[in-house]
Nanobody, 126 residues
């Protein structure tokens, strides 16, 4: 599966953005889709993930209550709604996919992932 992330941009602190991850080749169905981010000079970090059914999600603590991951398998798209953005959310955001399984643990949703899309830049100004 090939993934393409979009929707990044420049926003003021407290604002919102919605990122999209579209499968341009293949389908997002039957895959766990995760969002990751990497800020300059920092390691890439997990942000959120959703199982193919949409019934299980997992978030990094720093984004809980502010970010919401959702998916529309019919549209081959996974979304990351980001509200109450903070300057520390500034990063390149990536979406990734891994085959889904019966493992519902948080660890299984954090990685490892097999397929990665290109990133989209999110910049939050103070």
């Amino acid at each position: 599966v090939q993934l393409q992330a979009s929707g990044g941009g420049l926003v003021q602190a407290g604002g919102s953005l919605r990122l999209s991850c579209v499968a341009s080749k293949g389908t997002v169905s039957m895959y766990i889709i995760g969002w990751f981010r990497q800020a300059p000079g920092k390691e890439r970090e997990f942000v959120a993930a959703i199982k193919w059914s949409g019934t299980r999600t997992h978030y990094e603590d720093s984004v809980k209550g502010r970010f919401t991951i959702s998916r529309d398998n019919a549209e081959n798209t996974v979304y990351l709604q980001m509200n109450s953005l903070k300057p520390e959310d500034t990063a390149v955001y990536y979406c990734a996919a891994k085959p889904d399984s019966l493992d519902y643990t948080a660890d299984s949703m954090r990685g490892p992932y097999n397929y990665w899309g290109q990133g989209t830049q999110v910049t939050v100004s103070s």
